[in-house]
């Protein structure tokens, strides 16, 4: 499991215990998670770093350029496939149906990982 994997396993499992308990295969759920946030970090990397400007730029200005874009892919993506919001109540969380962007994510992953999602 990947550190993006780690950070979500742990998020999910302090913030929703109840969801995190329904997940069949937390191991591989969370390694194919972790996966698939990576790639989706480094997709929009290189274009948020734009390319090398025409004029001269100093060694540790393109290391905070290209870190900068590393951080805002990075922040983009955990906002929308890792950051849960907690349940408001117990009874919320029994009766309530997911918000959508929750189904969308579930979408996703039961795609990717072949039904190992939460139910």
């Known amino acids: ?20 308990a329904q997940i069949r295969n937390p191991q591989e759920f969370f390694s194919a998670l972790g ?7 480094q997709d929009p990397q290189a ?28 922040e983009a993506v955990l906002a ?3 950051w849960l919001s907690p349940p408001e109540d117990q009874e919320t969380l029994e009766s309530a149906n997911p918000g959508p962007e929750y189904r969308v994510r579930q979408a996703i992953w039961a795609a990717q990982n ?3 999602y939460i139910d």
């Open 35 to 41: 996966e698939t946030v990576e790639s989706h970090v």
């Open 47 to 74: 274009q948020l770093a734009g390319p090398d400007p025409a004029e001269a730029e100093k060694h540790m200005e393109k290391v905070g350029r290209l870190n900068t874009a590393g951080l805002q892919a990075e």
């Open 1 to 20: 499991m990947n550190r993006y994997g780690r950070l979500a396993h742990d998020h999910w499992k302090t913030t929703d215990p109840a969801r995190f």
């Open 80 to 82: 929308e496939m890792v």
């Open 114 to 116: 072949e039904g190992q």
